[in-house]
């Protein structure tokens, strides 16, 4: 196998990941969490930050 190869087929499984995604994905943008919440007066929770001491 040469790198052009399997570079070649490393992007074609990478674009197949993403057309299964917007297939299957209910894409609304109105109910899409912020991308970022600073500010937003929203409770953090799951990450690392919803972890800390308060």
Same mark, same amino acid.
């Given at each position: 196998?040469?790198?052009?190869?399997?570079?070649?087929?490393?992007?074609?499984?990478?674009?197949?990941?993403?057309?299964?995604?917007?297939?299957?994905?209910?894409?609304?943008?109105?109910?899409a %969490? %912020?991308?970022?919440?600073? /500010?937003? @007066? !929203?409770? %953090?929770? @799951? /990450?690392?930050? @919803?972890?800390? %001491? !308060?």
């Open positions: 196998m040469t790198r052009s190869f399997t570079a070649t087929i490393a992007i074609a499984l990478l674009a197949a990941l993403v057309l299964f995604d917007q297939a299957t994905a209910e894409l609304n943008p109105y109910k %969490p %912020p991308a970022f919440a600073l /500010g937003s @007066g !929203q409770i %953090p929770s @799951g /990450g690392f930050c @919803g972890a800390l %001491p !308060q």
